[in-house]
């Protein structure tokens, strides 16, 4: 099983979509936020915090992260199965070792590529602005009903990486959907848009249905919008 999921990841490794992603996930951010960095340059509530906290809200192409989710690794098999490498793959790894091990390392792509497109974000904005307001009002403004809260107040950077963590578990999620749609179609720009055609479907089902609140999306309960 351990020799399946290395040679997974080395596979991975030698993919060019995952730089393609951790390049995705820093232009979109940079551009959702770019017009607002823009404007507001001098004022007091500028800082690292401020857009970070806003990254989805101050921009409109947001949504074209979900078509990043199958690029790490997720649509890996449907191109195998494309080229008829996955049999290969099949006898050597055996069939509980290849799909436990697909599985393994698209998640584990996604959760990085993701991760250091926004230590990307990150060390832009770290660059240009300070981390937190001078100004007391505005830092418990921004963080006030925020997950984690606490913790902005005592290790500042922590409280940065922990904020994406719900962000990114889903994304892991939905590039395990293109992986799944990857074994019941061949064509590639299906896998690709699954992840954002299953949000939408969600988002309809749950308010629809109205669903408690542990079924929607991270932001929908914190900011009551559901950009991602």
């Not at 749609?181 to 061949?186: D, F, H, I, L, S």
């Amino acid at each position: 099983m351990v020799r399946c999921i290395l040679v997974e990841i080395k596979k991975a490794l030698l993919d060019k979509g995952v730089i393609l992603v951790v390049l995705g996930v820093f232009l979109i951010n940079t551009i959702n936020l770019w017009d607002e960095m823009q404007l507001h340059q001098t004022y007091e509530s500028s800082s690292v915090l401020y857009y970070w906290v806003n990254r989805h809200g101050l921009g409109g192409i947001t949504m074209l992260m979900f078509l990043l989710c199958s690029i790490p690794y997720g649509l890996q098999f449907c191109l195998e199965k494309n080229n008829g490498s996955w049999k290969y793959f099949l006898i050597r790894e055996h069939f509980r070792g290849y799909v436990f091990s697909k599985i393994v390392v698209t998640v584990l792509t996604s959760v990085i590529a993701f991760m250091v497109g926004y230590l990307l974000v990150f060390i832009l904005l770290h660059s240009r602005y300070m981390l937190f307001p001078d100004n007391k009002v505005f830092f418990e403004q921004m963080v006030s009903g925020l997950p984690f809260e606490s913790i902005a107040l005592q290790r500042r950077y922590l409280f940065f990486f922990l904020n994406i963590i719900p962000e990114v578990m889903m994304i892991a999620f939905m590039s395990t959907i293109s992986l799944l749609v990857g074994t019941w179609t061949e064509n590639k720009y299906v896998v690709i848009a699954a992840p954002m055609v299953v949000y939408y479907a969600w988002n309809y089902l749950t308010g629809s249905l109205r669903l408690h609140d542990i079924f929607l999306w991270t932001l929908k309960i914190i900011e009551g919008f559901q950009y991602i």
